[in-house]
């Protein structure tokens, strides 16, 4: 006995979550994975409160039919507006991608320290990393920068290019010398601006990228509930809601992640 | 009697269309207008034939709801996928944006020209207007570009800084020096970035606003089918299927529209 084979249900607007499939993939490399990309409706980070909700819980219900034992939400758009109202409806644990990014932000700075938190237009509007990091630690004090030209930048794959440097510059240049203890990429994208952005931020800054801080999270939420499958080769299945040859070609060039026959679901 | 008092229904992915608006508000002062925006959904230009056909009929039958007497799809990616799906279902005269585009290019095109056409990539994957411009003029030669930076790049309100021009650039410059005789905005966002293409590609080059020559067309077929408005002031009312503040917002600061109270529609 391997413990529990059930698949683990990870949740994005589109391909961004996949740094969260990534990291899953690395640290518990025996679970079982079914990914959903809402494709349709990418990106979720300029809508209202009202469709993240709306759509999460159509994404999150057809996770729970594929039986499910967990549930990451891996957009932090869809963390930050709808992870109540997911909750409500789900049969199994569920876990966002704020928290575990808060958490490592926090062990980072000490009393009355600097955070300096980028996301989407959504996530930073919600201040639900403002909200959370000062709910638990009322010292620190908590800058957020919207970046909504990062998201297409990078589904464009054009992380590596000068450009990317160029955008960067423009959200971010102005926080250069303001000695920030951590930077949270509030985003499941932007870790793959991450070299760009510790050149715009300079090299000794301390970037927390949520998607490995949410796999740990999920490996110890995984144990403490019994449910970890400790076997050594578990398999991916892949669901979006529209284009699956683009998801398979950009999960490949971006991230070097063979998606192998993506399954379409539409609303 | 000042003619058909009707609306003229406008609709686009997002605020894109806004600009095939403002030119029918110019050439058609006295019109009424019902201009949906499916801001729920946007972009379509990375999205499938499936989704597209799928979204685009859902707007049009709401616009049929309102009585309109004439139907303008301002989205090119609609116009290139779903322009005969919606015909088939709809009461009304409905004209898409691409023919009007070719039809200008072709008139600056000598014998054997050279014609550039930009776009999202779902309007050049489709090569909607390679197969309308080489349908009416075999001779002319056609390369057809995708930018999909561009539309983020103009939602974010950045089509005056310099690194529009570099993204332009990462796009254009390749095609500097080829000669071309015209260069079709294949996309209702680009006439916003005009000076912009304009200086890549060098000031002597002609540039087809598919917006502009849209709103002649439009002026065209209502006078030939006898309902016009020839009344000097037309009312617009304005729907979104998300987020109204933000199109709102945009819409003025972009293209200093003035909407009023923006109507949601949730699908």
Redesign the interface.
């Known amino acids: 006995m391997k413990g529990d084979k059930r698949p683990i249900g990870i949740f994005d607007s589109g391909l961004g979550g996949l740094t969260v499939y990534k990291a899953v993939r690395e640290l518990l490399p025996g679970e079982n994975v079914v990914y959903f990309g809402d ?4 990106p979720y980070g ?3 409160p ?2 993240v909700i ?1 759509f999460s819980k159509e994404i999150s219900r057809c996770l729970f039919d594929r039986k499910i034992k967990f549930l990451i939400v891996a957009c932090n758009t869809a963390s930050s507006l709808a992870l109540e109202e997911i909750r409500r409806i789900s049969p199994v644990p569920v876990m966002g991608v704020i928290s575990p990014g808060v958490d490592a932000a926090l062990a980072m700075a000490p009393r009355r320290g600097r955070i300096l938190v980028t996301g989407t237009s959504a996530t930073v509007a919600s201040r639900a990393y403002s909200l959370a990091l000062l709910g638990e630690r009322p010292d620190v004090h908590v800058v957020e920068k919207a970046c ?2 990062f ?3 990078v ?2 794959g ?1 992380c590596g ?1 000068p ?1 990317a440097v ?2 960067a510059r ?1 959200y971010l240049a102005a926080f250069k010398n303001k000695k920030f203890d951590a930077v949270i990429l509030g985003c499941t994208h932007y870790p793959l601006l991450k070299k760009t952005i510790r050149r715009v931020l300079g090299p000794r800054v301390r970037i927390v990228d949520s998607a490995m801080a949410a796999a740990r999270v999920a490996r110890q939420a995984l144990a403490a509930a019994g449910i970890l499958n400790s076997g050594r080769f578990g398999k991916a299945f892949f669901m979006v ?3 699956p040859g ?1 998801f398979s070609e950009l999960a490949l060039r971006l991230l070097k992640i063979k998606t192998g026959e993506v399954a379409v679901k ?1 609303f």
């Not at 494709?39 to 990418?42: E, G, K, L, P, S």
């Open positions: 494709t349709a409706r990418v300029t809508k209202s009202g469709a709306a909504p030209l998201v297409p930048l589904e464009e054009w290019k450009l160029l955008v423009e809601s529209d284009a683009r539409r």
